[in-house]
């Protein structure tokens, strides 16, 4: 089920990609956004990683990727080198959110960034109601093993990206754990949302 | 059963035909050592060529006799089932040009003169060694190499052949390497040319047929052998432990573990090293400098049609993984494939010749996936 959910989320991140798009992936993991987008969009595909197994399951991918900390920046890469440069559920695991987002406007054009929503409202009763750090499919970890560091909300994203001039350009609510997530109502995205996806630019 | 290898030379360069040097000078007849494991497939597109470092030679894999003590300097990484695959791939490794394991060199014989050519044979260049490789390629009758690799100079050579013939290799694997050498790299270099020269019996290079300067060879070995460990490696390795006492002798002999191995590293090498080859090889790894001759990294790179991977280790401080990064980043600039693998290892610049599983499942899956992406 875990890979219905990825493959739909790959799906409205490759909706946001034009064809042919230079890419840089953050935490490209074992590299399965980059072979649909170099698959479905034809991108020239770069990712980042910081795991040596991942960095071989690129390999076996024949994905090209940079073993290297993403939290110290994006060193040498040239100020808008890259149309886009995603940051796919790795957001909330970095040490310097702020600055990694900084990075990547930087070096890209533009920005997509798709994290798991902490106002979504089953994590908010878990808390309200049962007192303890709320564990979801989504979220499975618990407080002392969690690599989630840094716990966002959409409104939470949105508040920074105004304080510090970022321009969401899309904003994309998802929900529907099951097969495909719908786009939901923005008034309550910050409720109803599991997940959220941004195209943001400087 | 042993797997027998056997030397193969290739001469080219006859007059007038010589090879012209990068310094304009030119060298011929010029002879190339070399072997190949494996076979080369009906279409000749399944060659990787090996490039050896400072001190190594043609003998990659396999055994030379059933005598043979050791097998070849990579053979860890070369044969039936290994990351070069002999069952896929044809293997081929050749000696560099100026050095003194069969290829031409300061001690090979100059034909005009009857005599070796010692200090009178021309300083050459990575470029150079690289001309020298491409000859025997063109020789063997592969225009284009599956594969190239090559670990500390022996990256070297692989970038140069990647910015300088890059229709003719698809792609290029980088192991503990530099587009330049660091000041501390060539201050290392230059000490162990400074041992030899300070040797009385080195007399301006014309020690052939007499005593060979083996004390100033011998330290630079050691030297050198100091640079491709680790403080980590030798503490593992070595400690403080004494060898073959329980106390200090209060001499000048020696005492320690680590200066009996590297008495015994220099005193091996004396036997199968020319010193003069040792002057040429460290300066044509001090000359080379990519982004001095191309202006940028990004401009040496921008031409290149390979697919690259870049190998470094986390404990190598003579050829450090930053060095490897800037390479990268500078083919990422540029929009070309490239992976970057940085393996945790405590063994130092050496661990390319040591660290056989992680090498072993980034090349092998690396190179699986070359034709495909490169087609």
């Keep these: 089920m875990i890979n219905t959910i ?67 920046g994006l060193l040498e890469y040239r100020d808008k080198s890259y149309d886009y440069v995603i ?46 750090m709320p564990r979801t499919k989504r979220i499975p970890y618990e407080w002392y093993n969690t690599p989630n560091i840094h716990h966002v909300t959409i409104k939470d994203f949105k508040h920074t990206c105004k304080k510090y001039g970022i321009r969401i350009v899309k904003e994309i609510p998802l929900s529907g754990s099951q097969k495909r997530r719908n786009i939901l109502y923005a008034a309550c995205s910050n409720l109803l949302a599991e997940d959220a996806l941004f195209l943001i630019e400087s | 059963m042993k797997q027998i290898v056997k030397t193969q030379y290739y001469e080219f360069g006859q007059p007038p035909d010589e090879l012209t040097l990068e310094s304009g000078q030119t060298l011929g007849p010029i002879t190339v050592a070399y072997e190949t494991y494996g076979r080369l497939n009906a279409d000749k597109s399944n060659t990787i060529l090996i490039c050896h470092a400072l001190s190594g030679d043609a003998h990659a894999a396999f055994w030379h006799s059933e005598e043979d003590r050791k097998p070849g300097w990579w053979d860890i990484m070369i044969g039936p089932g290994k ?33 070796p050519y010692a200090l009178s044979f021309p300083v050459i260049t990575i470029s150079d060694m690289v001309d020298v490789q491409k ?35 698809r792609s290029a694997i980088v192991v503990a390497a530099t587009s330049r050498l660091s000041a ?130 986390s404990s190598d401080w003579l050829f450090p993984p930053s060095q490897s990064k800037e390479m990268v980043k500078a083919l990422m600039n540029n929009n070309k494939e490239v992976t970057y693998c940085e393996i945790s290892s405590a063994y ?28």
């Design chain 1, 6 to 72: 990825r493959s739909s989320l790959f799906d409205y991140i490759a909706d946001l990609v034009e064809s042919k798009a230079k890419v840089l992936d953050l935490g490209c993991g074992k590299g399965e956004l980059l072979e649909t987008l170099i698959r479905e969009k034809n991108v020239v595909g770069h990712g980042i990683d910081i795991n040596e197994e991942n960095i071989i399951e690129c390999i076996k991918k024949g994905i090209s990727v940079f073993q290297g900390n993403i939290d110290e």
């Design chain 1, 87 to 132: 940051l796919s559920q790795t957001l909330q695991v970095v040490h310097k959110p702020l600055f990694v987002i900084n990075e990547m406007l930087r070096v890209g054009k533009k920005g997509i960034i798709c994290f798991p929503n902490f106002g979504y409202w089953k994590i908010r009763l878990q808390l309200f109601f049962k007192g303890q």
């Design chain 2, 83 to 115: 990351a070069f695959d002999t069952d896929k791939y044809f293997i081929v490794c050749s000696n560099i040009l100026g050095g003194c394991m069969g290829t031409t060199g300061p001690s090979s014989i100059n034909p005009k003169t009857k005599k």
């Design chain 2, 135 to 169: 000859k025997l390629i063109d020789f063997l009758g592969i225009k284009r190499l599956y594969s190239m690799v090559g670990g500390s100079m022996g990256g070297m050579q692989v970038i140069d052949w990647a910015i300088r013939y890059p229709s003719a290799v």
């Design chain 2, 184 to 313: 501390q790299g060539i201050a290392f270099n230059a000490v162990g040319r400074n041992a030899i020269c300070s040797d009385p019996s080195w007399s301006n290079g014309n020690y052939y047929g007499k005593t060979a300067p083996e004390k100033g060879l011998a330290v630079a070995r050691m030297i050198g052998h100091i640079t491709y460990l680790s403080e980590e490696s030798m503490h593992q390795k070595f400690g403080r432990r004494l060898q073959n006492k329980t106390d200090y002798g209060f001499d000048f002999s020696t005492d320690f573990e680590i200066e009996s191995y590297l008495r015994y590293q220099g005193e091996t090498f004396v036997g199968r090293f020319d010193a003069n080859s040792y002057l040429y090889i460290t300066k044509a790894v001090d000359y080379f400098d990519v982004e001095k001759k191309y202006g940028s990294l990004a401009a040496a790179f921008s031409d290149t049609q390979s697919k690259f991977l870049f190998i470094s280790y």
């Design chain 2, 348 to 375: 130092g610049h050496d661990a390319f010749l040591l660290e056989k599983e992680q090498q072993t499942n980034i090349i092998a899956n690396f190179l699986a996936k070359v034709k495909e992406t490169t087609a």
